[in-house]
């Protein structure tokens, strides 16, 4: 006697209850549900759905259709099975990310806010701002060049204030009547 196949959408819930319930659970047997026809079907639907754009081979979805589709995926699912298939390498597509422009940006803010809040025992507050700002500016800066961390060791306060020019003065001033 043979089971009857789980829909995807049953199996993606069940997956998801899972995960949630237990989350040191560990999901070895997920591959035998991604070779499934049905399951490449949804993924070439939702991949069509959202204006996906052509992979780095260059084919788009109307001559996957064009060629046929069931083929294509059969090609896809016994790559699969027999372990023969290979992705092909990701597109890189740079995305235009000036570091310069976040700091033109960022510096008038910093500007006013710090001259608002100049006057008084604001040292603790301006701290935590200037701490704040540098880890967002270094997060940046790298995410900016695709690379992963905060960057602490390969942007000191050197390199953010000196060569970015980033905004730094938040000295507080006391004023004398």
């Not at 659970?25 to 070439?44: N, Q």
């Amino acid at each position: 006697m043979r089971k009857s196949s789980i829909s995807l959408q049953d199996l993606r819930r069940k997956i998801y209850l899972k995960a949630k319930a237990e989350k040191a659970w560990r999901f070895w047997g997920l591959y035998v549900h991604i070779c499934k026809m049905e399951t490449l079907k949804e993924a070439y639907r939702m991949a069509k759905r959202n204006n996906g754009a052509p992979g780095v081979d260059g084919v788009t979805f109307e001559a996957i259709e064009e060629a046929g589709l069931e083929g294509f995926l059969e090609r896809i699912r016994n790559g699969l099975v027999s372990g023969s298939y290979r992705p092909m390498r990701n597109r890189r597509k740079e995305i235009p990310k000036g570091k310069d422009e976040v700091v033109t940006l960022v510096n008038p803010i910093l500007r006013g806010w710090v001259s608002y809040f100049r006057v008084g025992h604001s040292s603790r507050c301006f701290e935590y701002v200037k701490d704040w700002v540098e880890k967002k500016v270094r997060r940046h800066i790298m995410s900016a060049r695709g690379l992963h961390g905060f960057g602490w060791d390969r942007w000191s306060k050197v390199g953010l204030y000196g060569t970015l020019g980033l905004y730094d003065d938040y000295r507080v001033r006391y004023y004398r009547a």
